[in-house]
Nanobody, 117 residues
Framework: QVQFVESGGGLVQPGGSLRLSCSASGFTFSNYAMSWYRQAPGKERELVAAISSTGIRKNFGDFVKGRFTISKDNAKATAYLQMDSLKPDDTAMYYC??????????WGQGTQVTVSS
């Protein structure tokens, strides 16, 4: 069965950085694009970033462009989200899933990111 395990979240100050990891299993990771999403309390889930199966193409939400970087390691079946210059508005639960902005599988547990002074 397909599983995603997100990790790397935590509490950081505004302007700080975090690197999120998404360990995937149960499907051929190298054949799939991967995406990161986030959901804050009372808000809809939104796409943060996407990366093609080979890692050549990337797409970012306008609200994080220039601050976040997405990558994937097909050998490790792991996707990453490097987050820099974090803002309080980035506070949310972060999730990963297969597909280029179109989630294909059951969601994992997510990892909490809190940006606060």
């Amino acid at each position: 069965q397909v599983q995603f395990v997100e990790s790397g979240g935590g509490l950081v100050q505004p302007g700080g950085s975090l690197r999120l990891s998404c360990s995937a299993s149960g499907f051929t990771f190298s054949n799939y694009a991967m995406s990161w999403y986030r959901q804050a309390p009372g808000k809809e889930r939104e796409l943060v970033a996407a990366i093609s199966s080979t890692g050549i193409r990337k797409n970012f939400g306008d609200f994080v462009k220039g601050r976040f970087t997405i990558s994937k390691d097909n050998a490790k079946a792991t996707a990453y989200l490097q987050m820099d210059s974090l803002k309080p508005d980035d506070t949310a639960m972060y999730y990963c899933n297969g597909g280029y902005g179109y989630p294909s599988f059951t969601w994992g547990q997510g990892t909490q990111v809190t940006v606060s002074s």
